[in-house]
C-alpha cells in the first residue's frame, strides 16, 4: 500500500512544468522558509514572551527531531523509492537512507511546538505548511508516504518532549526570551 500511494502521488512528476516547479520549490525552500517565519515572529508585539518562548521551543524541537532521526539511521536503512524503482525522481539525489524524512520531521516539529503552546492560528498555518512540504517530497520521488509518516511522528514527539523539559519561566527562559 505504501507503494501504491507513493507512485499515485509521484505519478504526475516530470509532466506538468508548473506543478514539478511548484513543487521542487516547496521541497527545497519550504523548512528554511519555515524557519524564517519561526525567526520572524520573534519579534511580535502580541504576547511577546509567550511567543517568544514557543519560538525558542520549536527551534529546539526542530534540533531534537533531526537529532532523533540521526540515531534511528544508524539503525534503520531503507532505500530510496527511486533507487527501489517505485518513483520517478525530479531533484538531484541523496545520500543518506530514506527513512525518517527529515523534512517531515524538522516541518512538524515547528507546526506542533506552536499547537502545543496554544498557539491555534499559527500552528495551523505551520501545519498546513508541513503537510505541503511532506507532499512535495513524495512527489518529487525522494520519500515514500512511511518515511513522512516517521518524520511527522518524530516531529512531534520532540515537540512533546521539548514541551515537558522546556518550561516557560525559568532563569534561562526569562533570559533567552529577554534578548533582543
Not at 508516504?145 to 511522528?153: K, P, S, V
Request: charged share 15%; with cysteine.
Amino acid at each position: 500500500m505504501d507503494q501504491e500511494i507513493t507512485r499515485w502521488i509521484n505519478a504526475p512528476a516530470g509532466s506538468h512544468a508548473a506543478l514539478d516547479m511548484a513543487m521542487i520549490a516547496l521541497t527545497r525552500y519550504g523548512v528554511p522558509l519555515l524557519v524564517l517565519l519561526v525567526v520572524v515572529q520573534w519579534w511580535s508585539r502580541q504576547d511577546r514572551l509567550r511567543l517568544r518562548h514557543t519560538c525558542i521551543a520549536a527551534g529546539l524541537s526542530f534540533l531534537a527531531g533531526l537529532g532523533l532521526n540521526q540515531i534511528i539511521l544508524l539503525f534503520v536503512h531503507r532505500v530510496r523509492p527511486y533507487d527501489a524503482g517505485v518513483s520517478h525522481l525530479i531533484i538531484e539525489h541523496s545520500a543518506d537512507w530514506s527513512f525518517p524524512s527529515d523534512h517531515a520531521t524538522a516541518s512538524f516539529a515547528i507546526a506542533a511546538a506552536f499547537l502545543l503552546h496554544g498557539f491555534k492560528g499559527r500552528g495551523s498555518a505551520f501545519l498546513v505548511a508541513a503537510l505541503a512540504v511532506c507532499l512535495s517530497r513524495v512527489y518529487v520521488g525522494t520519500h515514500y508516504t512511511t518515511d513522512i509518516l516517521g518524520g511527522a511522528a518524530t516531529g512531534i514527539f520532540a515537540a512533546i518532549l521539548v514541551r515537558q523539559l522546556y518550561r516557560a519561566g525559568t532563569t534561562m527562559d526569562r533570559l533567552v526570551t529577554g534578548l533582543l
